[in-house]
Structure formats: C-alpha cells, structure tokens
C-alpha cells in the first residue's frame, strides 16, 4: 500500500474526482475539506485492504482498479467501477468486518473516516456528515431493493419447482415423469444460483 497526500494537488483532484457520482454531491469547498482529512491509497494485486474480521471506521471510495470480496475464502462479488463505496456499514457502526476486500488489479481508492470530519468547522462537519450518510442510505436502499427482487423471483421459481414436483408424484407416464423431473431440478438449479447472489453488487 501506498499513501499520497492529497494537498500538493488539491485543485486537480477536485476535478477529477467531480466526475465520481458519491462526491459530486459535495460543494468545491466541501470536498476539499474532506480531501484534507482524507487519504488516497494504491494497492498492488492481491493486496487486502480491508481484512475480515477487522474492526475499522474507515471506508472507502473506489477511484480506479477493481476488488474482489472475500467471505470465508470465497469470493462473493467484485467492484470496478470508479465511485463503487465499500465497507461504509462496518465504518458507521465501528463494527466488525464481515468480508475481506482484496485488490484485483492495480488498485486506487479515498479512505474517508466519519470521525476525521469532527476536526472541521461545526457547519462544514454537519453538512459533510449529512451528505455522506444520505448517500449512503441510497446505496443501501438500492441493494436492499435489487435483494428484495431477487427473493420475491426466487420465491415464485421455489413455487413453481414445488407445484411440478407435485404434479410428478400423480404422472404415471415415466418419460414424461423423467421430463418433468428435468425441469424441477433446473429451476432448483436458478434457484440456488439466485439465492447464491441475493444482497451482492452487480459484478461487472
């Protein structure tokens, strides 16, 4: 991992990070303000930058590269989009961190820390504080909402492989039985697939 401060530059990176979605949110002097207690890191492939099992109120804004998340030695996501934010939820609570998240390529991120904020005047502090935790909540909202929509389709296929696998227990017509049979264990199949997915970011 390698540290770059951010102030020799401050005017340039205010630009450029203007184009990431989280922090276009802010006013030029906000977002100085948060460059200022801020850090830019760079990792090299296969450099953890979040461990599981970490305590940590850090969390990080995606500038360039992509990571994986890692839970329990398998891989349940990756991010690679420039603005992605990964372990915010551990860093409101200061809780543990339930996945590791490991750099995949070459690797560039903004570590914020909420509680950094509190060395910044009382109005620049709140207002930051305010537009980083309503982005947040969008992001939540989001995933909560595409999780919601996973289980009410998976629910409807576990309907469905449920109903056939009724229908084949009266079928007395054995290659139709074997079809039938086919078919449920292919709808389990999506199921297990979906189930597999539910609450994750889309991969890219």
Known sequence: MRIYQSDPALPELVDRLRKIPFLNAFQDDQ?????????????????IIIPEGAIGGQFYVLLGGKVRVVKNQNQIASLCRAGDLFG?????????????VVAVDSTWCLELNPESLE???????????????R???QIVAAR?????????LVTAELETT??????????????????????AIEQLRRTKDRLARLGRPTEE
Do not use: M, W
Request: glycine share 2%.
């Open 162 to 183: 449920r109903r056939n696998l009724t229908e084949l227990q009266t079928n007395s017509k054995q290659d139709t039985f074997n079809g039938e049979l086919s078919l």
């Open 88 to 100: 915010e939820l551990s860093a409101l609570g200061n809780e543990i961190r339930t996945a590791s």
């Open 135 to 137: 982005f947040i909540a």
């Open 31 to 47: 977002l100085k303000n948060i460059l200022r207690v801020s850090r830019i890191l760079a990792y090299n492939p296969d450099e």
């Open 144 to 152: 909560l909402k595409k999780t919601t929509d996973e289980l009410a």
């Open 119 to 133: 060395t910044l005047p009382a109005t620049e502090r709140d207002a930051c504080h305010s537009l980083i935790y």
